[in-house]
C-alpha cells in the first residue's frame, strides 16, 4: 500500500512563516500571525494521526515494513521564498519487519532513488541495473538476496503526452510549489 499525505507541503508554502517567531519582522501582519499561526502545527498534528494506525498495524504484524519518506527538504532561498532547489535531503524512516533497531549503521548516504530497490528487495523482486539507486540493506538485520535484471524489458507503448484541460491549473500549481519555474 502506498499512501500520499501531501498537506505538510503544500501548506508549508503559505503558512510556514506565519508561525515562526520572527513573522512580524519577516512582513506578517498581526492579523495574518493570529489567524495563520498554528497552521503547520495543526498540520503536522493532523498527518501524525494518519501516520498512528500504520504503526498500530506494523507493531501489530511482524511482516509489514512501513517506509516514511519525504523526498525532499526545503529551505528559504535568496528571493525569501521557500524552496527546495538547493534544499538539504528529506527524511526517511523505516520501521516493522527486519528493520535494524540496536546497534546499526548510519544510512548517511540514503537517497530518494535508494527507496525502489529498497522496497524492491524487501518483497523479492528484482532490481534493474537501469535504476540509480541501491537497496539500503544495512538498514536491516538480515540481508536479502538482491536479485537483479539488466532491465525490467521494453516499454509496452510508445510514452506520448495526452493533452488535457487540467494542463494549466496543474502546471501553475507546480510552478506555485516551486517544483517548475
Known amino acids: 500500500m502506498v499512501v500520499y499525505a501531501k498537506a505538510i507541503d503544500e501548506l508549508s508554502h503559505f503558512f510556514y512563516e506565519a508561525g515562526v517567531p520572527e513573522a512580524e519582522e519577516l512582513g506578517h501582519s498581526s492579523i495574518e500571525i493570529e489567524r495563520y499561526r498554528d497552521v503547520m502545527d495543526r498540520t503536522y498534528e493532523w498527518t501524525d494521526r494518519q501516520i498512528v494506525p500504520l504503526v498500530d498495524a506494523v507493531d501489530r504484524d511482524g511482516n509489514t515494513l512501513l517506509v516514511l519518506v519525504s ?20 527524511i526517511l524512516v523505516l520501521y516493522g519487519a527486519g528493520v535494524c533497531s540496536r546497534v546499526c549503521p548510519a544510512l548517511a548516504d540514503a537517497r530518494v532513488y535508494d527507496i525502489a530497490p529498497t522496497i524492491l528487495v524487501r518483497l523479492g523482486l528484482p532490481v534493474s541495473d537501469e535504476m540509480v539507486g541501491r537497496p539500503l540493506s544495512e538498514a536491516f538485520r538480515e540481508e536479502h538476496k538482491v536479485l537483479r535484471v539488466a532491465r525490467y524489458g521494453d516499454p509496452l507503448m510508445e510514452a506520448r503526452a495526452i493533452p488535457s484541460e487540467i494542463d494549466a491549473a496543474l502546471t501553475e500549481k507546480l510552478e ?3 517544483y517548475m519555474d
Do not use: Q, R, T
Open 176 to 178: 506555485a510549489l516551486g
Open 71 to 90: 523526498d525532499h527538504g526545503w529551505e528559504k532561498e535568496a528571493d525569501g521564498n521557500y524552496n527546495h532547489s538547493y534544499a538539504p535531503p528529506g
